[in-house]
């Protein structure tokens, strides 16, 4: 059996440099996208330019679903306005149930839809709990390019080895 802890697709690039045609190729149709650490840096609340061109670009390809655990609704209600796209605050990934109430939203088959996000102890084990495809980012800092380092992220799958 597949670990839920394990991506389809560990990609160790920054959301803005995430192929569109890959996608496309591997079926996808839907993505829903995490927010801090994805899009911007939780620090921050400007939306990098190749970011917000990214978005643009996917959303004539793909339907986009801004999907957070952030507790802040002011926040992400703002970054959603800002991209025009439709969003969840306080999701609570990895629990289940938000993430599904998007998937049945977006009215599209599971294998069709993707999360991309930035952690593997929300964003990836949710995808792989409600079966949809799972994508790994590489988390973005403050001035808009990756971090260097990810203690999280190292932890993370440190832990995952630990829990095979
Ligand atoms: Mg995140």
């Not at 069709?112 to 995808?127: E, L, M, Q």
């Amino acid at each position: 059996m597949r670990s839920i802890l394990k991506a389809h697709w560990d990609s160790k690039l920054p959301i803005y440099e995430i192929s569109h045609f890959k996608l496309q190729k591997d079926g996808i149709k839907s993505l829903l996208i995490d927010v801090d650490g994805t899009l911007l840096s939780r620090q921050s609340n400007k939306i990098p330019s190749n970011v917000k061109n990214w978005i643009e670009e996917s959303k004539k390809l793909f339907s986009l679903y801004l999907i957070s655990n952030n507790p802040s609704d002011e926040r992400i209600k703002k970054i959603a306005k800002e991209l025009d796209l439709r969003y969840k605050s306080k999701a609570y990934k990895p629990r289940k149930k938000v993430t599904l109430d998007v998937i049945s939203e977006m009215n599209e088959d599971s294998k069709n839809i993707a999360i991309i996000g930035d952690r593997i102890f929300t964003d990836i084990i949710v995808g792989n709990r409600c079966n949809i495809h799972t994508i790994l980012v590489k988390r973005l800092s403050r001035n808009g390019l990756p971090v260097k380092f990810n203690l999280t992220l190292f932890l993370e799958k440190l832990i995952s080895i630990f829990l095979k």
